[in-house]
Structures are given as C-alpha cells and as structure tokens.
C-alpha cells in the first residue's frame, strides 16, 4: 500500500513559498552557500525538499512561514514594478525606502507610464491567486484618451480587439467625462495582458494620455497620496480573497 507523502520542491521554490524572498533571491542565497538542508549546506537551486519534514535554515536560522503581508501602493508614473532594472531605471521600491518591512514582490504590474494602486505581498502562492485571470478579482482602470467618443466607438471597445494575434477583452467600459478634445473612460478587466489597455484602445484609434488604476476587486485606491503605501487590514485581504 502506497502512502501520501509531502510534495518535493526545490529548495529555492521552498523557500519562496515561505514568503522570505523572491524564487531568484532565494537561488542566489543557495548559490552562495547560505542554505543548509538537514544540517548539510546546498547549492544547487533545485536540490529538492519536502517543506515541514527537512529542516531547511538560511544563514544559520529556519526557514519558516512569515506572517502574511499585503500592502497597497499608489504608483507614481515613470517608476518601473521590479526590484531591479538592468537599465538603471527608477524602481516602485524606491518608494519603501527606509520602510521596515519584509520581502514584498509585486502583485501583478503596472507599466511605466501607468499609476495607481499596486499590491505587494510576501506571500507568491497567495499573490498568483489574485494575479490569476481565472480566480482573480477585476481591475478597475480610469483612462484618459485623446478623442471624445460617441456611444458606437464605446460599444466597439467593448468588443475588445486582436492586436498581433491576441485577443484583448473588457468586462466593462463606461465615459465618465468628456472635454472638447479628450476623455475619461472607466474599463474593467478581468486579466491583465502586457500593454493591454493602450493596445487595445490603439486597435480602436485612441492614444492613452493617462491610465491610472483604480481598484482591485472592491479595494479602491481612495485618496492614498501619490508615491505612499500602507499594509492593507486582514479584513481587506479576506475580502480580496472572497472576490477572487
């Protein structure tokens, strides 16, 4: 008779999960001789653990599960979501400086030119959960463009579009104002493809001026100063969770 046994991961995955570094830290710490498994150092990334059963310690002390933190930012334009650019660009992290916190990685992203609210979690199997178009809460996006639109180029944004083989869909878009040469929509989305609103709104002739996001699932931005963050209450992840 066969019996159930704990998965095996590497023990860089291991230690991510754990919430105490991202997958590509936690490698270059077993690269650098600081993991142990069993009391025996590793470097190998991909040496593999069962998480609860092998003892796995980085830098002398046990790896284990850190409490979950979520917190919310309100992304300036012109940062780029990454803790390291390889072109020397300013980075969303810069915006903790000084900041006692743990390891947080990002929630999804949130292109350069974009703002608005960003999540950071410590916490990668929950941040997928909420990142997942499938399980994850919509994401609500105010949009400033440069054309004023009557009610038949709404409904064809609505449509969605395929752009270079993709096809990019909204759960919703409404005109919140209008001047006499641009405005402002709200579009909901349930995923998030790479550049999706400005290469959708392009498909449909229209230049994005501003995108800012707004909300997640019913998390909104409020009136969070720009470049400011703050740890989101267990109530407000519960209530993330739920609408995932």
Same mark, same amino acid.
């Given at each position: 008779?066969?019996?159930?046994?704990?998965?095996?991961?590497? =023990?860089?995955?291991?230690?991510?999960?754990?919430?105490?570094?991202?997958?590509?830290?936690?490698?270059?710490? *077993?690269?650098?001789?600081?993991? +142990? *498994?069993?009391?025996?150092?590793?470097?190998?990334?991909?040496?593999?653990?069962?998480?609860?059963?092998?003892?796995?310690?980085?830098?002398?002390?046990?790896?284990?599960?850190?409490?979950?933190?979520? *917190?919310?930012? #309100?992304?300036?334009?012109?940062? =780029?979501?990454?803790? +390291?650019?390889?072109?020397?660009?300013?980075?969303?992290?810069?915006?903790?400086?000084?900041? !006692?916190?743990?390891?947080?990685?990002?929630?999804?992203?949130?292109?350069?030119?974009?703002?608005?609210?960003?999540?950071?979690? #410590? !916490?990668?199997?929950?941040?997928?959960?909420?990142?997942?178009?499938?399980?994850?809460?919509?994401?609500?996006?105010? =949009?400033?463009?440069?054309?004023?639109? !009557?009610?038949?180029?709404?409904?064809?944004?609505?449509?969605?579009?395929?752009?270079?083989?993709?096809?990019?869909?909204?759960?919703?878009?409404?005109?919140?104002?209008?001047?006499?040469?641009?405005?402002?929509?709200?579009?909901?989305?349930?995923?998030?493809? #790479?550049?999706?609103?400005?290469?959708?709104?392009?498909?449909?002739?229209?230049?994005?001026?501003?995108?800012?996001?707004?909300? =997640?699932?019913?998390?909104?931005?409020? !009136?969070?100063?720009?470049?400011?963050?703050?740890?989101?209450?267990?109530?407000?992840?519960?209530?993330?969770?739920?609408?995932?």
């Amino acid at each position: 008779m066969s019996v159930e046994r704990t998965p095996r991961h590497g =023990v860089a995955r291991a230690i991510s999960k754990l919430g105490l570094g991202s997958r590509t830290q936690a490698a270059a710490w *077993v690269r650098e001789g600081r993991v +142990r *498994v069993d009391g025996r150092v590793v470097r190998d990334p991909e040496f593999p653990v069962r998480v609860g059963t092998d003892r796995v310690e980085v830098d002398g002390r046990p790896a284990a599960a850190r409490e979950r933190i979520v *917190v919310m930012l #309100n992304k300036p334009r012109g940062l =780029v979501t990454t803790a +390291r650019d390889e072109r020397g660009r300013a980075t969303v992290y810069e915006c903790f400086a000084g900041a !006692d916190l743990p390891w947080l990685g990002p929630v999804g992203r949130l292109d350069r030119a974009s703002e608005g609210l960003l999540l950071l979690a #410590n !916490d990668p199997a929950w941040a997928a959960t909420i990142t997942d178009p499938a399980t994850g809460p919509t994401k609500t996006y105010h =949009v400033q463009v440069d054309r004023v639109p !009557d009610a038949t180029w709404l409904a064809a944004v609505a449509g969605g579009a395929t752009d270079a083989g993709e096809r990019l869909e909204v759960n919703a878009v409404r005109l919140l104002r209008a001047g006499t040469r641009n405005a402002w929509l709200e579009i909901v989305l349930d995923e998030g493809r #790479n550049r999706h609103l400005r290469r959708l709104l392009a498909a449909h002739g229209a230049a994005v001026l501003r995108l800012v996001r707004v909300a =997640v699932g019913g998390l909104a931005l409020g !009136d969070l100063p720009k470049g400011a963050w703050r740890r989101l209450t267990d109530a407000e992840i519960a209530a993330l969770a739920r609408s995932a």
